[in-house]
């Protein structure tokens, strides 16, 4: 069976850039045959403000509510994860820390990449997730896709937007989805092993 990969889109923001760099994703990643491509947009799970009364690494899949289970449930189909981040005041956004904090055990032993976007590419975005992944015990790769102002402006600026505005970032995308899925593989079995 393949390994099933999740894209997570981290802003919810109605005028969100963050739908352009997914379309380019879905483009570019739908065509590889060795993986099964899904989406998580967190617009798809509105949750209150974590509110549980334990931390979910001791209840495991004890899912208090149906928005919880829908989003634990989601998170557990998947093999290996690219969060899709943009960065608000250096840090990555609160939707996204807000919906991390309602699972763990779905995580764990499950490798992430990331592709982040800003004025730094959304770099210290990405590191802080790389730091927030590891307590998830989660294997965060190195690889990562930086979109930078030199193609995130023209891409956010034109009149009719083309997937091409992304195509300098297309090298770094196969870096990142050759080691996200040789991760991905190599966990899976470990997992399935036991
Ligand atoms: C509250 C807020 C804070 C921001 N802070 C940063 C920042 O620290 N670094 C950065 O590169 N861009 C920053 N930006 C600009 C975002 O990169 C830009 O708005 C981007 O479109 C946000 O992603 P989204 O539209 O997908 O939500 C900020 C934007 C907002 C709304």
Known sequence: MKPRLQIIVGSTRPTRFADKPLAWLLDRLSS?????????????????????????????????????????????????????TSEYNHGYPASLKNALDYVFVEFNHKPVSFVGYGNVGGARAIEQLRLVSIEFEMAPLRHAVHILPDVMRPAMM?????????????????????????????????????
């Open 158 to 194: 034109a009149e009719e937007f083309d997937l091409e505005i992304f195509a300098p970032l297309d090298e770094r995308l196969e870096m990142l989805i050759n080691d996200l899925t040789w991760w991905t593989n190599a966990l899976k079995a470990a997992r399935d092993a036991g």
């Open 32 to 84: 590889r045959d060795d993986i099964d491509l899904d989406v998580l947009d967190l617009r798809d799970h509105p949750l209150a403000l974590f509110n549980l009364a334990l931390s979910p690494a001791r209840t495991h899949r004890e899912y208090p509510s149906e928005d919880v289970r829908r989003l634990g449930q989601a998170f557990d189909s998947a093999d290996g994860y690219i969060m899709l």
